[in-house]
């Protein structure tokens, strides 16, 4: 196929950059302990300095793939479906959420918000980044927010974000990895003080799988 042909593609979410794919358990918040295949899509313009799949971020490196191979081959493994990245909504989600719906996938996306949301899904996951904030539609839209705390001034933060979610939406707090020998005594005192707040951690990190 022709360069501008894949790109086109690809703008219309016929084709997505896929990094990985992988069946395993939900790690993190409200669904953790849920197996799960995850779908890990390349292209992330956000840039947290403590990321944890900073090879995401440039989609070029990961190969353009037709939309419906994705989804007919994640159905075998799950029913539940995990989108995540990179930033998922950097792409039109609308046909893979589409395809995934007529198989019907629960479908559940990681994201930062920070672009349009597309697609329709199941579980919306908004873990907001301060340098580039969420969408007004995914503050509306979220079931869970997970804010992650690297230092103390995140608290503030996370509370900031909170006052901007639906009413219904679940409100958590997980540890950055690198520092959560630190910050996880802060975070438990902060629940215990805060309590419409839950502890979520990178459980898969504990349990030794992707
Ligand atoms: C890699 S991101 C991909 C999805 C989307 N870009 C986002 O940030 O929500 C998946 C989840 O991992 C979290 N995360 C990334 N790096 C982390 C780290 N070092 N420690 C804890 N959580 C991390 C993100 O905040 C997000 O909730
Ligand atoms: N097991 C597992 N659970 C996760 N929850 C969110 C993840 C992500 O990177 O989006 C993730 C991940 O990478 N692995
Ligand atoms: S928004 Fe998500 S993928 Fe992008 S840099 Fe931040 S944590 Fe990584
Ligand atoms: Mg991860």
Redesign the pocket.
Known sequence: MKKEQIEKLVEEGKMLPLMEE?Y??????FH?GTA?Y?I?IGGCDVGCHWC??KESWDADKHPPTVTEKIVDNAVKYSDTV?I??GEPLTWDMTEITTRLKEKNAKIHI?TSGAYKLTGIWDWI?LSPKKIKLPQPEVYEKANELKVIIFNKHDFKFAEEQAAKVNKDCILYLQPEWSVREKIIPLIVDYVMQNPKWKVSL???KYLN??
Do not use: L, M, S
């Open positions: 992988f395993t358990i939900q790690g993190e918040g953790k799960a995850f890990r944890d799949v995990v995540t990245g990681e996951c990178q459980t898969h799988i992707p």
